[in-house]
């Protein structure tokens, strides 16, 4: 299988902390890996895309400083949330590019609450 | 950008009945995916479709790639409440790098 993990699975803080959220491609590695937000009833929206090594291409309208990537192995990626608000809360969902393939494995995504 | 239609957006069957859903793009797509999701989880993989006219059936699943490379259909065959979820068709960009997402088709099945 392509498994894929996220850390942590939920998290609730306050607002103007950082939260960094951790995705592992566990059994295989991804050269390329995904960050998605997702709001209640609606579809993935992609955020950025991070490659390992390199910086990450952020999507129109998602600001670079305040959710910082950084793809250090082949098999993690991290996101930073900067200073939290309540704006931020939402569901984030990483997914990993297994190499050889058009196809994306998801991980079973992080909650974040800001207060 | 490229944009795919999903339909309909919800469904609320009897547990039992079969079920279908397609996806349509104005432009065309070299692979087309399924993935469910359940609350509070990733999308997971269902099915992967890489050639026109390719029909690829997981269990009672069963999807097919259209000939126009434009649409894609996944189909439930007796269907029972653990399939309650999203379902969602994506496909990757030209680059092969980004998946393009549909609006999700909302499955709800009453026992």
């Known amino acids: 299988g392509a498994v894929v993990s996220q850390h942590p699975s939920w998290v609730i803080c306050k607002s103007g902390t950082s939260v960094k959220i951790e995705c592992r491609s566990l059994d295989f590695q991804a050269t390329t890996m995904f960050w998605y937000r997702q709001f209640p009833k609606q579809s993935l929206m992609l955020m950025a895309t991070?490659?390992?090594?390199?910086?990450?291409?952020?999507e129109q309208g998602v600001e670079k400083d305040k959710f910082l990537i950084n793809h250090a192995s082949l098999t993690l990626s991290t996101l930073t949330v900067t200073s939290a608000h309540p704006e931020d809360s939402s569901f984030y969902i990483c997914?990993?590019?297994?190499?050889?393939?058009?196809?994306?494995?998801f991980g079973p995504g992080t909650r974040l609450t800001v207060l | 950008g490229q944009q795919l239609n999903q339909s309909p957006q919800s469904m609320f069957i009897q547990e039992g009945e079969d079920v279908s859903m397609n996806c349509t793009s104005s432009s065309i797509f070299n692979t087309w995916l399924w993935y469910k999701q359940e609350p509070g989880e990733g999308p997971v993989l269902l099915i992967a479709l890489y050639k026109a006219g390719e029909l690829t059936s997981n269990g009672r699943l069963t999807a097919q790639f259209g000939i126009t490379r434009k649409d894609s259909f996944l189909n439930i065959s007796a269907s029972i409440p653990s399939d309650v979820g999203i379902y969602f068709c994506a496909g990757p960009n030209n680059a092969g790098n980004m998946l393009t997402f549909g609006g999700g088709t909302r499955l709800m099945v009453k026992p």
């Open positions: 997914s990993a590019d297994r190499a050889g393939t058009d196809t994306q494995y």
């Open positions: 991070s490659n390992e090594g390199s910086k990450a291409t952020y």
